[in-house]
C-alpha cells in the first residue's frame, strides 16, 4: 500500500463507506480477530468477549480520541428482528449500538440478554404477594 492511499483510509468517514478487512488482536481476551466469517464487511467487535475499542464518535468515522475498551453491558432487539449489542466505554462512560456479527458467541449474547430476568429488582419470593397488591389475585397458573 502506497502512502497515499494509507492516508486515505484513516480520513475523516472512511470505515462508512468501506470495508473494515484488519485483523487485529482483542484487548480484553488476546484472541486474534479476523474479518472472515463475520458475515459483515465491518468488524469492529471480538467474537469471543464482544468487547471493542472506543474509536469512533458517529459510526465509521474513527474520530474518537479516548481509545478505551467498550464493554458489552446489554443486546437489543431492532425493528427487523437483528440483534444489536450496547457497549459502554470504561474509560469515559459513552453508549454505542453495534450489529451482532453471524460469528459472535451466542452464549456470552445469551448471557448478556437474560442477565436481567436473573437479577430482578425486587425479591422473586415475593412474586404473590406483589401481584396481590397490583390487584391480581396473587395465584400463578
Excluded at 82 to 88: D, F, L, N, T, V
Amino acid at each position: 500500500m502506497n502512502r497515499e492511499n494509507k492516508r486515505k483510509q484513516y480520513e475523516k468517514g472512511y470505515y462508512k463507506n468501506h470495508s473494515c478487512d484488519e485483523t487485529f488482536t482483542c484487548k480484553v481476551c488476546g484472541r486474534l480477530v479476523t474479518p472472515n466469517n463475520a458475515g459483515t464487511k465491518h468488524r469492529n467487535h471480538c467474537p469471543n468477549c464482544l468487547s471493542s475499542l472506543h474509536r469512533d464518535i458517529e459510526p465509521g468515522d474513527r474520530a474518537s480520541d479516548c481509545g478505551g475498551i467498550m464493554q458489552p453491558i446489554a443486546v437489543w432487539v431492532r425493528q427487523n428482528g437483528e440483534w444489536a449489542i450496547i457497549h459502554r466505554c470504561r474509560r469515559c462512560g459513552a453508549l454505542s449500538s453495534n450489529r451482532i456479527a453471524a460469528d459472535d458467541n451466542p452464549i456470552k449474547l445469551m448471557s448478556i440478554a437474560l442477565k436481567p430476568l436473573c437479577s430482578p429488582p425486587f425479591p422473586v419470593e415475593r412474586i404473590e404477594e406483589l401481584t396481590a397488591l397490583m390487584g391480581g389475585d396473587g395465584e400463578i397458573k
